[in-house]
């Protein structure tokens, strides 16, 4: 018999999403069921602010580290992901408001490269959580901020998907609701 308690072990890196969802701005998505003109600019705030409390739920979970299958992310790493989609979303919006019309350029961001830098898998669910609240606050409050003017600013991803404050809201939503439905939250 050993007294060595079960540690949870690394599981490895999940399978990439190597996809470009950028589709989801033009039809709905056929998985999760968000339509995109069902997101009006105005209404993306509160989008986020209730996504964020269900995510909270989620998290409260007691099987929130276990991974569903072999090669998918578990609740948790999912959290983890979303945590820093809200942030990497509420810097870009910045960055267009920033640049006062100018074409921003974004920065690649290599989100399965950040998962194992940051081994989500080990994450504490509790804290995950407060960052959570904190990273949806901040993002909520990015997209109340844009005049109706600003929400047709342009913004362009390494790869030369084009956006603008509102598309890339659109998309950041279906990000946040197309995990919730991975992880049937
Ligand atoms: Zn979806």
């Known amino acids: 018999m050993s007294d060595?308690?079960?540690?949870p072990s690394d599981p490895g890196p999940a399978t990439p999403d190597t996809a470009d969802w950028t589709w989801v701005l033009t039809r709905p998505c056929p998985d999760c069921g968000f339509a995109p003109e069902d997101v009006r600019p105005d209404g993306v705030s509160e989008i986020l602010i209730d996504a964020g409390r269900r995510w909270a739920a989620v998290l409260d979970r007691?099987?929130?580290?276990?991974?569903?299958?072999?090669g998918v992310w578990s609740p948790l790493e999912y959290a983890c992901h979303v945590r820093d989609v809200c942030?990497?979303?509420?810097?870009?919006?910045?960055?267009?408001?920033?640049?006062?019309?100018e074409t921003a350029q974004f920065a690649n961001w290599d989100q399965d490269a950040t998962a194992q830098e940051k081994a989500y898998w080990r994450?504490?669910?509790a804290e995950v959580r407060r960052?959570?609240?904190?990273?949806?606050?901040?993002?909520?409050?990015?997209?109340?901020r844009p005049t109706r003017e600003q929400w047709s600013w342009p913004?362009?991803?390494?790869?030369?998907?084009?956006?603008?404050?509102?598309?890339?809201?659109?998309?950041f939503v279906h990000d946040i609701l197309h995990h919730l439905w991975d992880v049937r939250g």
């Open 155 to 171: 913004g362009l991803r390494s790869n030369g998907s084009p956006f603008t404050v509102e598309t890339l809201g659109r998309y």
């Open 87 to 101: 942030d990497v979303m509420r810097g870009r919006v910045e960055q267009i408001l920033a640049g006062g019309g």
């Open 131 to 144: 960052e959570l609240e904190v990273a949806f606050a901040a993002a909520a409050a990015a997209f109340a």
């Open 123 to 125: 994450a504490d669910p």
């Open 4 to 7: 060595v308690r079960a540690q």
């Open 62 to 70: 007691d099987d929130v580290q276990v991974r569903p299958a072999p």
